[in-house]
């Protein structure tokens, strides 16, 4: 059977009414999000930086976190000091940077050496890949410039493809997860053991707030928080917030982790000299002795803070905004409509 000619017109034209709706999310929140004189902790120094989509404290080296640039570059992981200044560059060999988003570390239990997680997982028209890819490499005992051997695991999404940005890893687990970037974004777990001979099946299993940049787990694994171009989301588990959190405005939100206590998080932008900002976490949003996560029960003052959370909508974008693009939605299928119904008569 051939194609009709209302599926040829959404087609040709949806991805466009897509493109319109996420200009719309990546407009600079109001002014008032953030406190004029809130400064950033410091700002990427190196030239080579130009595009900065993840971040990640290092498992290993004090003071040290990660960051990588976004599609069209070479698969290079930098480490920089909290002075912004470079402290080594990581070629991955047997990695290719198709579309760069997200990155996360861990701890590997049987060696105690630092793992770096890299996620080729961008897909801007939600299928023009196969599969996504994310790289494994073992973090260097020193911070020096150094080609790194990386191990590719390949995955797809069980329910069709996704664009995405987030990547985290529970510390607990070692388990991966991967939220998408949609209006409607959901998080996805991967496999509990990985393979490189085969494609890994990513299942859904929670929401996510809409058009998700970024997610990273706390240290102890005790929650979870998920990025938008607007604010931070933080959950204890999926679909259960505990808290949102005012993020600064950025040119570009695109990354999120947590600091190595799980009191604060730190939040960066693409762009060269791109500023990287500290956000203290509300105390029910800190990270807990690893005991206090056994059960999904909260004080009363985390669980009025959530129940408040929940009842303003875990979205992570003002209701304004949610209105602009239903209303952007809404135009970009009735003009598919009409050409569809001139096409067919």
Same mark, same amino acid.
């Given at each position: ?8 017109? =959404? ?7 897509? #493109? ?21 902790? *410091? ?7 130009? /595009? ?9 080296? =004090? ?37 760069? /988003? ?13 793992? #770096? ?35 590719? @695991? ?12 987030? #990547? $985290? +890893? ?10 998408? =970037? ?10 509990? =053991?990985?393979?490189?001979?085969? &494609?890994?099946? !990513?299942?859904? +299993? ?17 929650? *979870? ?9 933080? *959950? ?10 005012? $993020?600064?405005? !950025? ?6 982790? @947590? ?19 500290? &956000?203290?976490?509300?105390? /029910? ?51 598919? #409509? ?8």
């Amino acid at each position: 059977m051939g194609i009709s000619p209302v599926d040829r017109v =959404k087609r040709a034209f949806w991805p466009a009414a897509c #493109l319109l709706a996420v200009s719309v999310a990546v407009l600079p929140p109001p002014e008032s999000a953030h406190a004029d004189d809130d400064k950033p902790l *410091f700002a990427i120094k190196d030239k080579r930086v130009t /595009e900065s989509s993840g971040l990640a404290f290092s498992p290993t080296h =004090k003071g040290v976190v990660y960051t990588h640039n976004d599609s069209g570059g070479s698969p290079t992981v930098y480490a920089v000091g909290l002075d912004g200044r470079t402290r080594a560059a990581f070629t991955l060999a047997g990695a290719v940077a198709r579309d760069w /988003e997200a990155m996360a570390t861990s701890v590997d239990a049987k060696t105690g050496r630092g793992v #770096l997680w890299i996620g080729d997982i961008g897909d801007n028209l939600d299928g023009a890949w196969s599969d996504i890819s994310v790289y494994k490499v073992v973090e260097p005992r020193t911070l020096a410039d150094a080609t790194l051997q990386a191990t590719r @695991y390949r995955f797809r999404y069980k329910d069709g493809a996704r664009n995405a940005e987030g #990547l $985290m +890893v529970d510390p607990r687990s070692g388990r991966l997860y991967v939220v998408s =970037k949609e209006i409607d974004g959901s998080i996805y777990q991967a496999p509990a =053991k990985l393979r490189t001979d085969r &494609v890994n099946v !990513l299942r859904r +299993v929670g929401s996510a707030p809409i058009m998700a940049t970024d997610a990273a787990f706390a240290p102890d694994g005790s929650s *979870f928080v998920i990025r938008t171009y607007f604010s931070a989301s933080v *959950f204890r588990s999926p679909d259960h917030l505990i808290a949102h959190v005012t $993020m600064p405005p !950025l040119n570009q939100s695109e990354s999120v982790t @947590y600091t190595p206590d799980g009191t604060a998080l730190l939040t960066g932008s693409e762009g060269e000299r791109s500023p990287v900002y500290e &956000v203290p976490l509300p105390s /029910e949003a800190r990270a807990r002795p690893a005991a206090a996560t056994r059960s999904p029960a909260a004080t009363p003052g985390a669980r009025n803070s959530a129940a408040a959370a929940e009842k303003a909508g875990d979205t992570g974008v003002p209701a304004s905004m949610i209105v602009l693009w239903v209303a952007v939605a809404a135009g970009a299928i009735g003009v598919i #409509l009409v050409i569809a119904w001139r096409t067919a008569r």
